[in-house]
């Protein structure tokens, strides 16, 4: 649980203990990156508060723009958003014809909406984020991320996402998109294995997911773990991508992409290319395009022997 912001007459801010922010400069530090610290020029501190999960804060760096900050882990900042957004989308729905039915699990900041909405073929969009302080913050001061709340198709649930997964028609998505914080704090349930048990309930058959699922630099035993459980559970495929985010710890972050069984979902290849499509609207993609969908999934070697193996 969330610790209490604590600020001292030095102007230093403590989250869970930590000084996060001393002498001007916010530093990320945490449990899942011991020893090492990526720190961020604030120009300014633009909002404080703390929500019935975590504390709150957004703050103008002086290089990546608006950041924002939960219980003193950066989720987004305006810079570099785009390659997280456009990955964790785009690769399960580009990897499948015409998706209609998406649910999105977290993902409050509205960034993976927007990225959902560029496709045309999408009929109904589901949000699941348990934190009303995260969609408000957004709306507020990122309107480039809330803008995504604005589509007719979306229909927002604030609320548990094991809650809601309980609560569907079995078969109901095409896809569902688990866009997470890291598994310390509320989205813990969400790395276990019930957890995917009712993502895998809730696809049509050959339906797809893809999870935030950590670095392969500092997070390799998460990683086995989550692939282990997807094994036994999604039998049509079971893939790991990654991608960079220059503000997340390590520089990489890794999804998880999993089909259910049903026609065949080759995530390497996409069926469904955008790339086309959507360079006549008005807010281009930055980040994703098809080579770099498939180029996504080529793993370092030492990666590829642990998910590899993770098989029984
Ligand atoms: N952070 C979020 C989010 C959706 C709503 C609010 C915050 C993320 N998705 C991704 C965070 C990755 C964390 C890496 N340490």
């Given at each position: 649980m969330a610790g209490a912001v604590n600020s001292s007459s030095d102007g230093s801010v403590a989250q869970n203990g930590i000084n996060t922010i001393v002498q001007g400069w916010f530093s990320e530090?945490?449990?899942?990156?011991?020893?090492?610290?990526?720190?961020?020029?604030?120009e300014e501190i633009i909002f404080q508060g703390k929500s019935d999960y975590q504390d709150v804060i957004v703050f103008k760096s002086s290089t990546y723009g608006k950041v924002l900050v939960l219980?003193?882990?950066?989720?987004?900042t305006e810079r570099d958003e785009c390659a997280y957004q456009e990955m964790i989308t785009h690769l399960p729905l580009c990897s499948?014809?015409?998706p209609?039915?998406?649910?999105v699990i977290?993902?409050?900041?509205?960034?993976?909406?927007?990225?959902?909405?560029?496709?045309?073929?999408?009929?109904?969009?589901?949000?699941?984020?348990?934190?009303?302080?995260?969609?408000?913050?957004?709306?507020?001061?990122?309107?480039?991320?809330?803008?995504?709340?604005?589509?007719?198709?979306?229909?927002?649930?604030?609320?548990?996402?094991?809650?809601?997964?309980?609560?569907?028609?079995?078969?109901?998505?095409?896809?569902?998109?688990?866009?997470?914080?890291?598994p310390i704090g509320p989205a813990e349930e969400l790395f276990k294995k019930p957890f995917f048990e009712l993502v895998a309930r809730a696809l049509r058959p050959?339906?797809?997911?893809?999870?935030?699922?950590?670095?392969?630099?500092?997070h390799m035993h998460i990683i086995?773990?989550?692939?282990?459980?997807?094994?036994?559970?999604?039998?049509?495929?079971?893939?790991?991508?990654?991608?960079?985010?220059?503000?997340?710890?390590?520089?990489?972050?890794?999804?998880?992409?999993?089909?259910?069984?049903?026609?065949?979902?080759?995530?390497?290849?996409?069926?469904?290319?955008?790339?086309?499509?959507?360079s006549q609207c008005d807010r281009p993609l930055k980040f994703y395009n098809s080579e770099i969908h498939s180029a996504a999934f080529c793993l370092p070697s030492f990666a590829r022997k642990v998910i590899e193996s993770s098989s029984k």
């Open positions: 530090m945490s449990p899942m990156w011991p020893g090492e610290a990526h720190s961020l020029k604030i219980d003193g882990v950066i989720q987004v499948i014809p015409n209609r039915k998406v649910l977290g993902g409050g900041d509205g960034g993976v909406l927007r990225e959902v909405a560029r496709h045309t073929s999408v009929e109904q969009i589901d949000l699941c984020e348990i934190d009303s302080m995260v969609v408000e913050v957004s709306k507020k001061y990122f309107p480039s991320l809330a803008v995504g709340f604005e589509d007719p198709r979306v229909n927002l649930h604030i609320g548990d996402g094991v809650a809601f997964l309980k609560s569907v028609t079995e078969g109901t998505y095409d896809a569902v998109i688990v866009d997470s914080s890291d050959g339906g797809v997911v893809c999870t935030q699922a950590e670095s392969i630099w500092l086995e773990d989550i692939v282990k459980n997807c094994r036994q559970i999604f039998k049509g495929s079971v893939n790991y991508a990654w991608t960079t985010v220059p503000t997340y710890p390590s520089g990489v972050i890794g999804f998880m992409l999993c089909s259910t069984e049903g026609p065949a979902v080759d995530f390497r290849h996409p069926v469904n290319p955008i790339d086309a499509q959507e």
